[in-house]
């Protein structure tokens, strides 16, 4: 059995027996490695997110937390692979670590058949990308959109001036692996759309953003139709 088959079914392994423990050592010779492999492993999967937790003393061991995990039959291999190729589309985008934090989650928590079928199709899809990788979004982009704070932003316009100014984010646009932070201007009193890669630095402020309505209808966005992300289609 290979590292990433492991992975898989020592994710089930503990959720079949939760609440109750395994210990590393009785891991080992069920998937017969090491006590040192499995540690490991189990380190992995923790650090991808995967709500597992040590308990010390001769009755402890390791249980996963099966109310805030996947349940093994929630994605079928199709369902699976749109949204690894969804999340791996993000890579350039300021949900790129998020994104592939998902990514580890979802297949942990397959079966270990639907997760070797779920892998081999997207081995099958390509991301046509340019060959120079330009500046990309920073991280912090996703913390000022979901703060529900000013933010202090320092932003380079397209003839290269650089302005410091502090902004109300309101939403967020994305066009073509583009994205723009919609916000409240308050330098020029009004909403503007701030390219992702065009932010030098952005610095979240204690100050709670006022209530203001955005008229998703009012942005001026001719190059097309702007979709929700959930619509009509789930």
Same mark, same amino acid.
């Given at each position: 059995m290979n590292r990433? #088959? &492991?992975?898989?079914?020592i994710v089930e392994e503990l959720r079949a027996v939760a609440p109750r423990y395994r210990s590393a050592r009785w891991l080992a010779g069920r998937f017969e490695v090491s006590v040192r492999t499995v540690e490991r492993d189990l380190s992995a999967l923790q650090q991808a997110g995967v709500p597992i937790? =040590?308990? !010390?003393g001769r009755?402890?061991?390791? *249980?996963? #937390? !099966? =109310?805030a995990t996947l349940g093994p039959m929630g994605f079928t291999p199709d369902e699976a692979l749109a949204v690894l190729v969804g999340a791996s589309a993000l890579r350039r985008g300021p949900f790129r670590q998020p994104a592939a934090s998902a990514m580890r989650k979802l297949l942990a928590v397959l079966p270990e058949g639907d997760a070797r079928r779920a892998t =081999?199709? *997207? #081995? &099958?899809? &390509?991301?046509? /990308?340019? /060959?120079? #990788?330009g500046p990309r979004a920073p991280a912090a982009f996703a913390a000022a959109l979901q703060a529900d704070r000013v933010v202090r932003l320092t932003y380079r316009d397209r003839e290269g001036a650089v302005t410091e100014r502090q902004v109300e984010p309101l939403g967020s646009v994305v066009q073509d692996g583009v994205w723009f932070l919609v916000a409240w201007c308050r330098l020029r009193g009004g909403v503007r759309a701030f390219r992702a890669e065009r932010m030098v630095a952005v610095d979240l402020t204690a100050e709670r953003v006022p209530a203001r309505e955005l008229r998703w209808e009012d942005l001026d966005i001719p190059a097309g139709t702007l979709r929700p992300v959930l619509d009509g289609s789930r």
């Open positions: 990433t #088959d &492991r992975l898989y079914a937790w =040590a308990q !010390t009755t402890g061991g390791y *249980a996963i #937390d !099966t =109310a =081999a199709l *997207a #081995d &099958r899809v &390509r991301l046509l /990308e340019p /060959e120079v #990788d």
